[in-house]
Every structure is written in structure tokens, then in C-alpha cells.
């Protein structure tokens, strides 16, 4: 709680001193190798642009320059499956799929994928504090401030759980636009 504590207080100063305007950007993965992350863009309290990209897809890592042609047909032979397969399945194309950007009236129509929602820190901190911290049984409850004293992790895992057991939020970056 007190860790908490003291990384909301530098949020609300971070908040302020940033005239509420950042960037962050929140992490995930999968225990079969899979991760991807999500940048969020909050501009005087307002969202006004969410960017996806799988980091790693099936093993395959995603370009420096960003998903191509030929990463894509690398990780789409390790699903064994062909380009129109994968987008009868998925209803995008693998490119379109595996790295996106929404803005304005767009925010948020991209669904059905591993992106985080389109939320503000406030939000972060408030589902911090009423859900992934609250007192459980059985479960190990986490927290972390590494993105200078602002959050970087909170959740929880259940006792005994196997596979992708973390509940709750991962935050690589925080930075004023």
C-alpha cells in the first residue's frame, strides 16, 4: 500500500507538471512466446492515439522497421497456415493484424486483439488501487513503480495457476509529450 501510496502522489505531480499530456506504453505476453505491446497517447486527459504491434509473434521477432512481407510469411509458416487462411480466420490481414495505429474517431474500433483498451494512467492507478491490489486469498499480489516512482507493474497471480496467470497491468515507458 505504501508503495502505492508514494506512486500515486508522483503521478499526480508527473500529471501535472505534464499538463496531463504523455505517451506510455503497456506490455504483454504469453507463456508460448508470444508478446506485443500497446502505446497509448493522452493529450490534456484525453486518448487521442493507440499503436499495436506484436513484439514477437510464434517465435518470430518483429522487424526493427516493422512487420514486412517476409516476416510475416516467416511467422505465418510457423502457424502453418497461408495468408488467406489466416484472414478468413482473423477477418484482417496478417500485416493489418500484427501492427496497427488508431486515431481520432478510430480509437478503439480495433477489437478482438491482445491491445490494451484505449485508457488514461487515472485509470491505471484507480483499477490499480479497486481491483488488481485489493486483499485475496490465495493469490500473490504484485507492485512495482520502475518508470521513475511512476507504475510500471500491479497485479496479481493465483496460487497455483499454470499459464498466463498475471492479472493486472505491465508499463515499460511513461514520458511528457
Keep these: ?32 512466446g508470444v508478446s506485443w505491446e500497446t502505446e497509448l497517447i493522452v493529450e490534456k486527459g484525453e486518448i487521442t492515439g493507440r499503436k499495436f504491434r506484436y513484439t514477437n509473434f510464434e517465435g518470430v521477432r518483429r522487424p ?14 510457423v502457424l502453418g497456415m497461408s495468408e488467406e487462411e489466416f484472414t478468413q480466420r482473423s477477418g484482417a490481414d496478417f500485416l493489418a493484424y500484427c501492427e496497427w495505429e488508431e486515431k481520432g474517431v478510430e480509437l478503439g474500433t480495433h477489437t478482438g486483439t491482445a491491445a490494451s483498451e484505449p485508457i488514461t494512467l487515472d485509470v491505471i492507478y484507480q483499477r490499480a488501487k479497486n481491483e488488481w491490489l485489493q486483499e485475496r486469498k490465495n493469490v500473490t499480489t504484485y507492485f512495482e513503480a520502475k518508470n521513475e ?11 497455483n495457476c499454470a499459464d498466463d496467470c498475471f492479472r493486472g497491468v505491465n508499463i515499460r515507458l511513461i514520458e511528457k509529450l
Design 1 to 32: 500500500k505504501s508503495e502505492y501510496d508514494k506512486s500515486f502522489q508522483k503521478w499526480k505531480s508527473f500529471k501535472t507538471a505534464s499538463h496531463n499530456s504523455y505517451r506510455y506504453i503497456l506490455t504483454g505476453s504469453t507463456w508460448t
Design 64 to 77: 526493427a522497421t516493422g512487420w514486412d512481407t517476409n516476416s510475416a510469411k516467416e511467422a505465418l509458416k
Design 149 to 159: 516512482g511512476l507504475i510500471s507493474s500491479a497485479g496479481f497471480v493465483e496460487d
